[in-house]
């Protein structure tokens, strides 16, 4: 039996805001939209794998570091300098700003928040 992650689906409070959060930050396109007014949209990752943003009500939607998106990219510390350089601010695990950590297996990695307050962690595992 053969596995491949699909997609992550996270409900947003502004459909708008988030999408141009993950495209501004990691360049990911839009390759499906839903609703009119749109509430969905899809944004590619990479192969065929989507991050799908939901606009919806957030009321009991439980947002905690624990609950986060991996990323892993190539140029680790480039990615660092442009997140500098686009005003966002990331953390090691502790959330001591402008950091970074180093889990137990060897790899770099920092967190960063969305708009709705989602973790996304960023790291170097792939390429360590």
Same mark, same amino acid.
């Given at each position: 039996?053969?596995?491949?992650?699909?997609?992550?689906? /996270?409900? #947003? %409070?502004? /459909?708008?805001?988030?999408?141009?959060?993950? /495209?501004?930050?990691?360049?990911?396109?839009?390759?499906?939209?839903? &609703?009119?007014? #749109?509430? &969905?949209?899809?944004?590619?990752?990479?192969?065929?794998?989507?991050? *799908?943003?939901?606009? !919806?009500?957030?009321?009991?939607?439980?947002?905690?570091? $624990?609950?986060?998106?991996?990323?892993?990219?190539?140029?680790? !510390?480039?990615?660092?300098? %442009?997140?500098?350089?686009?005003?966002?601010? @990331? @953390?090691?695990?502790?959330?001591?700003?402008?950091?970074?950590? *180093? *889990?137990?297996?060897?790899? %770099?990695? #920092? @967190?960063?928040? $969305?708009?709705? &307050? @989602?973790?996304?962690?960023?790291?170097? *595992?792939?390429?360590?």
């Amino acid at each position: 039996m053969s596995h491949r992650l699909d997609h992550v689906s /996270i409900r #947003v %409070r502004d /459909i708008a805001l988030s999408t141009q959060f993950y /495209i501004d930050v990691f360049g990911w396109p839009i390759v499906r939209t839903s &609703g009119d007014p #749109v509430t &969905g949209q899809w944004l590619a990752i990479g192969g065929s794998d989507t991050l *799908h943003l939901n606009q !919806d009500d957030m009321a009991g939607t439980a947002v905690t570091k $624990d609950n986060h998106l991996a990323i892993s990219v190539a140029a680790f !510390d480039d990615f660092l300098a %442009r997140l500098s350089g686009i005003g966002i601010t @990331y @953390y090691n695990w502790p959330n001591t700003p402008d950091t970074i950590g *180093h *889990h137990p297996a060897g790899f %770099r990695q #920092v @967190y960063i928040r $969305d708009p709705d &307050g @989602y973790w996304v962690e960023i790291n170097d *595992h792939a390429q360590s």
